[in-house]
């Protein structure tokens, strides 16, 4: 992930004793009805000064973007670009920005597009201003922002600031009236404000002639006037300066720059020359690169004076140099320093940085130096730190500034690329890596350290986990960990989760157990966020399949104490916790804390490689619009996975897959059975043994009892309640409690709609016996009308036989799960609480035995009647009832007080 810079979005601070310019002020009001304003001018035209007193007197939101050389990386520039829009609104973007970041971004046309969506869809009016945009020269990024500005929203106004013209299509904005333009004309100080400033602000008694002269001379440039007239403080002969001062902007500059620098003490010299080298400057930065003390002193010092020094926050901590003025010195020290002195700056600042914890900037030093050494062995160090951060781009990064020699020559940085490799999906790349000549050759040396062995051996391991090879994953990651005893970066958590995984796959799940908690406490204690988190995640993810929500609810709540306690909260590995987090809660029927804990879940994980977990995520929001009903919702939050996965272009790990099964689901839910049909004529199965295949035969077996209910087949059921019966037998074997309760749920609807009540009520007591002890609410709540008949029957039932403390514990499970059902709208037959046509004693008798769970034969001996009068009674009492099924006429009988719950 992009770490940024915040500094970069402040708005800058409104100087005091500020020359006045409503004139220029009231005309970027007035532009605010067109698209673009372009403010257009050479350094030091007062660009950002200009825009630094219209924001507090816009009519509309502002926000600010300072941009630099770094941000012409495409993925960068949005990057930043959302961030400044999260000013206004955090949740515009963010879902966008992980987009952006991903492994394998689509093209930027379909993340500008959703975008664009997301501004239209906020309310207020707006700016957005890109400062010194002329640092950008990358054509991506130009072709970019000209396909936003071709589809701009009403409600966003763009700002650009910059020396030279951008390459955007200025003419046509300008023919469709769309473009306001200040240019370097309208920026100059006219006589009256080069006076204003010259005697108000900087404190010089010049005459009007001086003042006129100056003017003319710097032709209202007012970096060049701010220049002249820190050169002429402390003279007497003004006017014989000003007389002297003559030539062409491209002279003003060294001319008048050497006058400033030449006037500054040898110390504050010095200063401003060494810390040239800096973006951006603090007292205690400052002091290290210097070698001095007393920095953050003489950096307010500075801005007193107005030298050239710019805040970037409130509290005075960060400055920068004005570029043109960094320019200047950066000139001025590469002609007066010699390469090694220079060298020995930036080696200072990347000591600092380092220091700090900010390795980006401390490589970039490093490199600057040019010391290839000291950024190669940052890199080697902290390239798994950043992994075990989630933060594979930065290292993968910092692995492209390298020399591409030296990264297959060095053996932490060959493995530092696997990883960067393995962690992004490229498993085929990974092994031709490891196997290249060149990079071989140095990893099979025979005087490789232990470390690196173990560690190479934990890449081949993990290599082995995302191809399912069970048994090479376990035996290699147990030779590792035995070389990795002394590692502190988390490797001996990620050997421990391997071997967890491949025991799981193997079906040893007290053993994966066993190794997962000891894999998730090396990761805390030995460097390893990552490990620790995915070990917790895949432990969760046992719990629940095996029906043990209080475990898995632990195993979560141990996860994002964990990451509290070490500050883990904003990684995108914590994603994988609130997915699984948010799943317990649903099932326990929490919607308002499932919903929360998804969503955070889903937007931690976007852009993530975690990308089966997040289809899950988007099934179980899905899931829980359903619940309340939202068949649409539930329908666009599958729709926006789908569209984010097609948009990645990616093979299809099963998230894909996933997420389409999800949406057959709901079409079964709403009874659009013709689209759930296609989606059975047309699926490429699966195993069962898989746990894509056995998603996809519930499904199947939800299709085909939806089809028996509405379309009184029978075949389809037979087919299913072998399906049902093969997928029971494995879940018992394995001890997955949680599926076999969903199993024996679907199994006792399949019974039901074959007609046979007993298989039905043992199937259901099964499941209710199952499920009580943990609570489970929605496995039996989004089955949906017909389990709650199947409930309302099984209650009827109990109350009628002896009960014992476990039967009465079973009762109020029951009941609890019944309060949990939408309450039923009234039928039709409801109207008022006495049928048209009312039932006879004889059909009020046979009606009472059916609602506590008799056949026909047993209905036929208890009243000693022919089975066929039976079925004729039952008939007629259907017909009154409006019905032709049992389970409903019964709860039709209780509706209209035929029969007491």
Not at 46 to 64: A, D, F, M, N, Y
Not at 308 to 313: C, G, R, S, V
Not at 509 to 532: C, N, Q
Request: with cysteine.
């Amino acid at each position: 992930m992009i770490e940024i810079l915040t500094t970069k979005l402040f708005i800058p601070r409104l100087r005091k004793n500020l020359v006045s310019r409503p004139r220029l002020v009231n005309r970027l009001t007035e532009g605010l009805d067109r698209k673009l304003t372009l403010i257009a001018a050479p350094a030091g035209f007062g660009k950002t000064t200009l825009l630094s007193e219209w924001i507090p007197q816009s009519p509309r939101c502002v926000t600010w973007l300072s941009l630099e050389d770094g941000d012409n990386d495409l993925v960068k520039f949005w990057a930043y670009f959302i961030a400044s829009l999260q000013g206004l609104k955090p949740e515009i973007g963010a879902s966008i920005l992980s987009l952006l970041q991903s492994p394998q971004p689509p093209p930027i046309t379909s993340i500008l597009t959703a975008l664009i969506n997301e501004i239209t869809a906020f309310k207020d009016m707006f700016a957005i201003v890109l400062d010194d945009y002329h640092v950008i020269d990358s054509q991506p990024v130009h072709d970019a922002l000209t396909f936003l500005m071709n589809h701009l929203p009403k409600n966003m106004h763009l700002v650009v600031t910059t020396r030279i013209d951008p390459p955007l299509p200025l003419a046509r904005i300008r023919v469709h009236d769309d473009l306001t333009e200040l240019r370097a004309n309208d920026l100059r100080f006219t006589t009256d404000e080069s006076a204003e400033f010259l005697r108000r602000m900087m404190g010089l008694n010049v005459s009007a002639e001086e003042v006129a002269a100056l003017e003319t001379r710097t032709e209202g440039w007012i970096a060049g006037l701010q220049i002249a007239a820190l050169s002429m403080q402390g003279r007497d002969d003004i006017s014989g300066f000003i007389e002297a001062f003559s030539g062409s902007h491209r002279h003003i500059l060294g001319y008048l720059a050497d006058e400033v620098i030449n006037q500054q003490s040898e110390s504050t010299l010095n200063f401003l020359l060494q810390t040239s080298i800096l973006e951006r400057l603090c007292g205690s930065l400052c002091d290290t690169v210097t070698a001095s003390v007393g920095c953050e002193e003489r950096l307010r010092t500075l801005e007193r004076a107005n030298l050239f020094i710019i805040p970037l926050d409130d509290e005075g901590v960060w400055y920068r140099y004005h570029h043109l003025f960094a320019e200047v010195l950066h000139n001025r020290l590469k002609a007066s320093a010699t390469k090694e002195t220079i060298g020995e700056l930036h080696k200072r600042a990347s000591t600092w940085f380092e220091e700090m914890g900010l390795i980006d900037e401390a490589i970039g030093h490093a490199l600057a130096a040019p010391d290839i050494e000291r950024g190669a062995s940052l890199v080697e160090h902290f390239s798994m730190v950043m992994m075990q951060q989630s933060k594979i781009f930065i290292f993968r990064s910092w692995l492209e500034q390298l020399p591409p020699e030296m990264v297959r020559t060095r053996p932490r940085l060959i493995l530092a690329n696997g990883w960067s490799l393995v962690l992004t999906g490229h498993v085929n790349e990974l092994e031709k890596w490891l196997i290249a000549p060149q990079t071989s050759a140095v990893l099979d040396a025979p005087d490789l350290p232990a470390q690196v062995l173990g560690e190479l051996i934990l890449l081949q391991a993990t290599l082995a986990r995302f191809r399912r090879e069970n048994d090479r994953a376990f035996a290699l990651a147990r030779q590792a960990l035995g070389l990795l005893s002394e590692d502190d970066r988390g490797l001996q958590a990620g050997a421990l989760y391997t071997i967890g995984v491949a025991q799981l796959q193997q079906g040893d799940i007290a053993s994966a157990h066993e190794s997962l908690v000891e894999a998730a406490a090396a990761g805390e204690a030995r460097g390893g966020p990552y490990m620790a988190l995915s070990a917790l995640d895949t432990l969760s993810d046992i719990q629940l399949r095996q029906g043990n929500l209080t475990q898995a609810m632990q195993s979560c709540q141990q996860a994002l104490d964990m990451a509290a306690r070490r500050n883990w909260d904003s990684m995108p590995a914590i994603g994988m916790i609130y997915i699984h987090l948010g799943r317990v809660l649903y099932e326990q029927n929490d919607l308002e804390a499932a919903t929360r804990a998804l969503t955070k879940g889903v937007e931690r994980l976007r852009g993530s490689i975690e990308q089966f977990l997040l289809a899950q995520g988007y099934i179980a929001l899905a899931d829980v619009h359903l619940a309340r009903g939202d068949s649409d919702e539930a329908y666009a939050i599958i729709h926006q996975g789908a569209e984010w996965f097609s948009q990645m272009q990616i093979a299809d790990t099963g998230a894909g897959t996933l997420l389409d099964v999800g949406r057959i689901r709901i079409a079964v839910q709403v009874n659009d059975l013709e689209t759930a049909i296609q989606w059975a004529e047309d699926c490429q199965w699966l195993p069962e043994h898989t746990l894509l295949g056995q998603i996809q035969a519930v499904t199947l077996v939800r299709l085909r009892l939806a089809q028996g209910r509405s379309r009184n087949q029978v075949q389809p059921l037979d087919e299913s309640a072998d399906i049902v019966d093969r997928l029971i037998e494995r879940a018992t074997a394995g001890q997955w409690w949680g599926q076999l309760i969903e199993l024996l749920i679907l199994r006792s609807l399949l019974y039901e709609a074959q007609g046979n009540t007993t298989e039905m009520f043992a199937s259901l007591e099964q499941a209710v016996t199952l499920a009580e002890p943990e609570g489970h609410i929605r496995a039996f709540v989004d089955e949906g009308k017909q389990m709650r008949l199947l409930l309302l029957d099984y209650r009827s039932k109990m109350k009628g036989q002896e009960t014992g403390e476990g039967k009465a514990r079973q009762l109020l499970y029951v009941d609890k799960l019944l309060s949990a059902f939408p309450q039923p709208a009234p039928t039709e037959n409801a109207v008022s609480k006495n049928l048209p046509d009312p039932l006879s004693e004889r059909e009020l008798d046979i009606l009472r035995l059916i609602a506590i769970g008799r056949s026909n034969q047993e209905i036929a001996e208890m009243l000693v009647i022919a089975v066929s009068t039976v079925k004729t009674h039952i008939n007629n009492l259907y017909g009154k009832l409006g019905t032709n099924r049992r389970t409903e006429a019964i709860a039709i009988a209780r509706e209209l007080g035929l029969l007491a719950d």
